[in-house]
């Protein structure tokens, strides 16, 4: 992948099984369609490109695994559940001992999910990429890093960095675990491993939501994060939440959480 980068754009993209296991009685389950990142991605040379990650179900991002540019622009694209098929989270780190880095030169990340496309601009000037249309969304099973919570997208120990590039994330949770967040900045009480996102003079979009009947569920549960933008534009940083589960918030921005725009 690495060295694909360095020469241009490069899209990865998953689907589900079209065929029967006769030794399972169906269709094959368990990782099928699920796209899972374990060693570094690296990009040190050529021009401007795109990483386009498109899943049938989950993107997982394990600790320690950082996706970088060293040399121009380097645009993310997680885009899970790409066909609609219901299921399909996001999740970025599995331990707070281990810090995750995303650092794109420059470039704009969005994470998010849908079966449709549509297009989003990645940094001022810049031409228009195709992404999903939709959130990434967790209806069962559980995240890397916790048997008792499912969330859309869910960030531990993750420093993203763009340099100018805009973020945009997009999650919704509907499982019926403890903890179903839309998306979910992890606290940890160590300040090093703290989540943080700082996108220089671009801007940062998160958009979560949940209706989930769990004992926490929120649209946005943000803790222990830095969110950092430079931008002068009035929708700098724009945090969204919504919530259907009565007794619950659609947001909860806690936990020495620091959000500056200029």
Known sequence: ISSSLNSGSVTISTTSPSTNNPSTGGFESGTDGDITVNSAISKNSGPDSTLTLKAHRHIKVASGASITSEFNKLNLVLWANQDGAADGRIEIGNSVTTLTNI???????????GSGST???PYSGASAITVGNGYALSTSGSTLSSSNQSNGISLLATRINTA?????????SETSLQVNDGIRMQYDATPTSATQINAGAGKIYVDGKTASGGTYNFGLDIKGTTLTSTST??????????SNTTGNDQAVV?????ITAS
């Open 103 to 113: 650092t794109t030169n420059g470039g704009g990340i969005w994470m998010g999910g």
């Open 119 to 121: 297009t989003w601009t």
């Open 233 to 242: 534009a009035a929708d700098a940083i724009t945090l969204k939440g919504s």
């Open 164 to 172: 100018g590039g805009n973020v945009a994330l997009y999650g919704d």
């Open 254 to 258: 806690a936990g020495n959480t620091t």
